[in-house]
């Protein structure tokens, strides 16, 4: 089936730690995005990438890092600057990046 | 990005209809009206989208208001599966890649 995954569901981290979270799409869209959501708030833009090799900041993207070196393929890193790192992370994608984005599950971020 | 309004929570009982309201006052002639929907620890689905007509889909329906400074989405029927946060979203049909969430509707369905 088509779709977007995101992994792991659940990811703890120590202090001073980079952490990856994985986002994986089959569906064969250009773009992706990353997003934030903080308890009882809308989501926030940490990124998105309309083609491979080629990214832009969204809102948000201090303390963070992307790369998009595969079209499936769209992994953030939470680097050590992230302070406040702890929230649910959304990855979505979209067939251009101006149309209808699709979610992938989520990953919940929690610092140890 | 322009701004939408929406209600805190709204509460509905099963297999009634429901109206979800939005205002967007200052929307401009080339933004489209989303609407998304989260439920529990899940991602946003997408629902439904319009820009000048009434727009009808297996989802929902989407009103829009002939100065189209509002706009309603209505379940027809509503279950217990559609309690979730509604998000009314607008999105420039040219330039602008994200989509900007406000805090939603959160819908309660009574058995």
């Known amino acids: 089936d088509g779709g977007i995954t995101q992994s792991p569901k659940y990811l703890f981290r120590k202090e001073g730690q980079n952490v990856t979270l994985s986002c994986e799409q089959n569906?064969?869209?250009?773009?992706m995005y990353w997003y934030r959501q903080d308890p009882g708030q809308g989501l926030r833009l940490i990124y998105y990438?309309?083609?491979?090799?080629?990214?832009q900041k969204g809102d948000i993207a201090e303390g963070y890092s992307v790369s998009r070196e595969k079209k499936e393929s769209f992994p953030l890193t939470v680097t050590s600057a992230q302070k406040n790192p702890t929230a649910f992370y959304l990855c979505?994608?979209?067939?251009?990046?101006?149309?209808?984005?699709?979610f992938g599950p989520g990953t919940r971020l929690l610092v140890l | 990005d322009a701004k939408t309004t929406q209600p805190n929570s709204m509460e509905s009982n099963e297999e009634e209809p429901v109206h979800l309201p939005c205002n967007h006052s200052?929307?401009?002639?080339?933004?489209?009206i989303h609407w998304y929907r989260q439920l529990p620890s899940q991602g946003p689905e997408y629902v439904i989208h319009?820009?000048?007509s009434n727009v009808n889909n297996r989802m929902a329906s989407l009103a829009i208001a002939e100065d189209r400074k509002s706009s309603t989405l209505i379940l027809h029927r509503a279950t217990l599966r559609d309690a979730a946060v509604y998000y009314c979203?607008?999105?420039?049909?040219?330039?602008?890649?994200?989509?900007?969430f406000g805090q939603g509707t959160r819908l309660t369905i009574n058995p």
């Open positions: 979505a994608s979209s067939i251009q990046s101006l149309e209808t984005q699709y």
């Open positions: 569906l064969n869209h250009d773009a």
């Open positions: 990438s309309q083609i491979v090799n080629d990214f």
């Open positions: 200052t929307i401009s002639g080339t933004d489209y």
């Open positions: 319009g820009l000048t």
């Open positions: 979203i607008l999105k420039q049909r040219q330039g602008a890649q994200k989509l900007v």
